[in-house]
């Protein structure tokens, strides 16, 4: 019953680009088998990297009757090479692109919401608003940013939104105070969310303070991007006699496939818990990007999702500063 | 819309309904804490209200395994639990606990209607959940108004819920199905104008200086005690897509002047229907008699509604049978009779919603 997410690929033909902030272009993809896309959806791309495929997701900002979806790509300081393939892009070039896949969704009815976007999170928020509103719900658009110059879409939401748009920007010394934020929701309020990633840990903190109801807090949640850079590291199964490498962009559960474990799995991406792994010893730590167990379990490092936890040796995070001694290993058994 | 015309279902027998319209899924008074359960247009739909009153609509199925929430109870503020291994939902559907596990996985969620309560009526939209405008309610204004008293009941009808609109746009059938209480000949003698929009259609019959029908003559006398002779009569049928039918009805004293505006010597009542599909071949027909005289006389509610219930009890049967009979011949077609107007813009207008919604397929 939760929102289908069967992932269609098709061809899709760029149609237009512009800049529409500092360092963000506004693509518009006019797909071959075209669908409308929900607001809170996103379409997976297939993007080139070092002559390497590899997926990246984009939110749909909006689609028209003809199907056509429109993205916005943020060129990113410390980019993997993802947001450069997609700024090399050309009008009439083609990619392959999912049909829209909804892991984000709207709910219709609730008294009121607020709606939190952070820089190009917005991608993700617009639709949400621009729904909102159309349904005269009663909503607040926080739209917080570093400079206006970065801040896509700020004068159409503007017109769009008027006295419901709150906008935060860093450099005038108008920076959200997320204390403040939280403050104003109630238990009939549901908050939707995007941006980055220590600017949502504090809402979820903020929030679980004011004893409002968890699901009320609605934010996706990417199983592919936790605190740290993926590293390379070494799974073992001593009672099957396992020992496998896990690339950098392989889960721990497709390296325990492909060596002949029979795994138990549903979700592939952290939530249902089913893939759960006992760890028998540890070198190194492990970087939880599940939400199945709580912060307790996960500090207490005895069992992992292994569809999207991995192993590290690194203490900041940064891939830079992984341990020059050699990757993690993780010991493990499985049901 | 040339693709409109060539597949025209206008005279298919079962025809779908669109998903994108406010349907009624029950009385207000009808739900409760305690969870029902009522299937709207083919979907089982889990009814109930939060601690504040606020009515809800959940899909009626766990997201588990799928079973029925409507077994369930009501907890906390707003929530209701799966009868079967204990989640439970708020109102949003949004799964707030599950059993034996410190988190909750975000993805459980079930379908949450939006609701509206209006005009006694709670409605739910089972469609795209971004149009669900509440002003998009049809208006049956005289359910909750204080210059309109009266009361109503649901029919279970086992007919595509087009046979009921088809049975409510043509009121000549009353001459044959209704003969002892609102029947006469003149309904079939007399002319009738049709008139429509992108939204609503109208069929407007007046049939002037004749003998009320007993129905009229009774309701003149409770108005005008001891009246006797002559009356013009009125029925304004007025459809509003997807399934509302609201009919304007009443008599006065002929030549009184009510064909021009002047109404103060007769009765007026509005007889509301709304029509919720159940299945393709059943549906829930809510029903109501308003009047806006003798609003202080609950008697007069109750004979009106009794009095109604037996005539709405004849074109039930007639339903039923037809729907049998339509079933027990595959093969025959509709055909159409200058009197089919009315019900030929009913379906015109909702092929054209079923249309936008990419839905048009006639049903088998
Ligand atoms: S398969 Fe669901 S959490 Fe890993
Ligand atoms: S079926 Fe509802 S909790 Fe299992
Ligand atoms: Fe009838």
Redesign the pocket.
Known sequence: MAATNTEVWQRATVVEIHTVATDIRRIVLEPALPKAAEPGSHIDVKVSIGGEEQKRSYSVVESDDAGRLVISVMRAPQSRGGSVFMHGLETGQQLEITQPLQNFPLRVGAERYILLAGGIGITAIANMAAVLQRLKASYTLVYAGRSRTAMAYLAELQERHGENLVVHVDDEGTSLKVDELVAGADLDTELYMCGPIRLMDAVRRAWSERELDSPNLRYETFGNSGWYDPEEFIVKVPRLGIEAKVGQGRSMLEALEDAGADMMFDCRKGECGLCEVRVLALDGGIDHRDVFYSERQQKATEKMCCCVSRGVTSKTGAKADASPAGPAVITIDIS | MTAVQSQSSTTNKVLGHPLNAWYVAAWDHEVTRAPMSRRIANRPVALYRTEDGKAVALADACWHRLAPLSMGKTVGKDGIQCPYHGIVYNSAGRCMSMPAQETINPSATVPSFPVVERYRYVWVWLGDPTKADPELVPDMHQMSSEEWAGDGETIHAPCNYQLVLD?LMDLT??EF??SSSIGQEELSESDFVVSHDGNTVTVSRWMLDIDAPPFWLKNMRDKFPGFEGKVDRWQIITFQAPSTICIDVGVAAAGTGAPEGDRSQGVNGFVMNTITPETDRSCHYFWAFMRNYRLESQLITTQLRNGVHG?FGE?EEMLKAQQEAIDANPDYEFYNLNIDAGGMWVRRLIERMLDAEGRLVPTA
Do not use: A
Request: proline content about 0%; glycine content about 0%; aromatic content about 0%.
């Open positions: 049975n059938h009353e199905v209704h005539v074109d």
